[in-house]
Nanobody, 123 residues
Framework: QVQLVESGGGSVKAGGSLRLSCGSSEYISNIYCMSWFRQAPGKEREDVAIIYTFDGTIYYADPMKGRFTVSQDNAKNTLYLEMNDLKPEDTAMYYC????????????????RGQGTQVTVSS
């Protein structure tokens, strides 16, 4: 059982930055993949990025490329999401997720997820 806790959300103005953190109860280097995704009210889940923690390979969704950066700190068992040049359309609940089955990672299906942290961007 992997427990994930997100933090770092808040309210910012357009063009601002935030760094989200996701603390894991397990060694993240032992987790096959981790992901950030977001969901706004009334909208479907939108993938932000996925990281294969064993080798650090990261894939970003196209709208996030160049603005969002995922990183990991194995010593702290923490995954980060650095978000720059935020836009009102980035407003959503942001979730951290984890998965140990490779086929589920490929399908972007995750067994474990946190409670989320709210990001609100005003114009």
């Amino acid at each position: 059982q992997v427990q994930l806790v997100e933090s770092g959300g808040g309210s910012v103005k357009a063009g601002g930055s935030l760094r989200l953190s996701c603390g894991s109860s397990e060694y993240i280097s032992n987790i096959y993949c981790m992901s950030w995704f977001r969901q706004a009210p009334g909208k479907e889940r939108e993938d932000v990025a996925i990281i294969y923690t064993f080798d650090g390979t990261i894939y970003y969704a196209d709208p996030m490329k160049g603005r969002f950066t995922v990183s990991q700190d194995n010593a702290k068992n923490t995954l980060y999401l650095e978000m720059n040049d935020l836009k009102p359309e980035d407003t959503a609940m942001y979730y951290c997720a984890a998965e140990n089955a490779p086929y589920r990672c490929r399908e972007r299906e995750f067994t474990y997820r946190g409670q989320g942290t709210q990001v609100t961007v005003s114009s």
